[in-house]
């Protein structure tokens, strides 16, 4: 993935990305080699999803969404704060989001911010994100907004 990573990152604005040009959107191959217990078939998260969603939870989606190291031409980018759901949804959880960090997370890297409200209550949904589903920009929380959440 390391590898095909870069080649994306030298793709530019011509690669996926997710809000950034330097957070490439990757998938893992779904390929047996990485069905072991760290990874996809990861116990901790499954005892998670099960115990807050229920029984036999249902895995969606698989993806990635990496911070690439600086370039020549893009310097490092802070991803704005977002919701994961930028669609209408029910307000009970119905979903989870599980991360797997591929290097070890420092103060000097920078790790994955978590905003506590951005999927439920009035800190979430359509009136409170930038764009719609789809955008660039979608699930993007308005500027005001999060100056009120940092507050708290
Ligand atoms: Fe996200």
Not at 19 to 41: L, R
Request: aromatic share 8%; glycine share 6%; hydrophobic share 30%.
């Amino acid at each position: 993935m390391t590898s095909d990573a870069r080649k994306l990152q030298a793709r530019g604005k011509d690669m996926p990305f997710n809000y950034n040009v330097d957070n490439p959107q990757q998938d893992p191959p779904p390929i047996k080699a990485y069905f072991e217990s760290s990874t996809f078939p990861n116990p901790i998260a499954t005892q998670i999803t099960t115990g807050m969603l229920g029984p036999r939870p249902k895995w969606t989606f698989c993806s990635g969404n990496s911070a690439m190291p600086p370039t020549v031409d893009v310097q490092p980018q802070r991803q704005p704060v977002h919701a994961d759901a930028d669609f209408a949804h029910p307000s009970p959880p119905f979903a989870l989001v599980v991360n797997l960090p591929l290097i070890t997370f420092t103060p000097e890297n920078g790790s994955t911010e978590v905003w506590l409200g951005t999927h439920t209550g009035e800190m979430s949904g359509f009136k409170v994100q930038e764009e719609a589903h789809g955008e660039r920009a979608s699930g993007c929380i308005q500027e005001a907004l999060l100056e009120q959440r940092r507050q708290v």
